[in-house]
């Protein structure tokens, strides 16, 4: 939350500000578990209303046909990509380490 109010007021008095946050892939534990899914739902909450904080910023100054939240507000996955045989892939090779975007668009975005 704090994230959001502060790029919402940085967009009011016009000043450029950016937040790359880096998220765990899956949190730990069985990804098929109520208590697992709980956490993924309100993860992605938090991230529709952080996002419709710094649209409304946006709308507040009239730039929301300018710019995009996901011009100031990115969500990063970090992960290492596993080969067919269960071995690391990654391992000489920086192009298969590469962050993986979560593209979160809410509907009145698009």
């Known amino acids: 939350m704090e994230i ?3 790029i919402a007021n940085k967009i009011k008095v016009n000043e450029r500000f950016s937040a790359y946050i880096v998220i765990p892939m899956w949190p730990e534990g ?13 993860q992605n909450k938090t991230m529709q209303m952080m ?7 946006l709308e507040e100054v009239g730039l929301e046909k300018t ?4 011009d100031y507000l990115n969500f990063f996955c970090l992960g290492n990509r596993e ?7 990654s391992c000489g090779s920086p192009a298969a380490n590469t962050p993986q975007v979560i593209l979160l668009f809410l509907k009145h975005f698009l």
């Open 83 to 89: 080969a067919a045989d269960g071995t690391d892939a």
């Open 4 to 6: 959001a109010l502060k």
């Open 51 to 57: 996002y419709d904080i710094i649209y409304k910023a």
């Open 30 to 42: 069985d990804l098929t578990s109520v208590p697992t899914q709980r956490i993924l739902f309100w």
């Open 67 to 70: 710019y995009v939240p996901q």
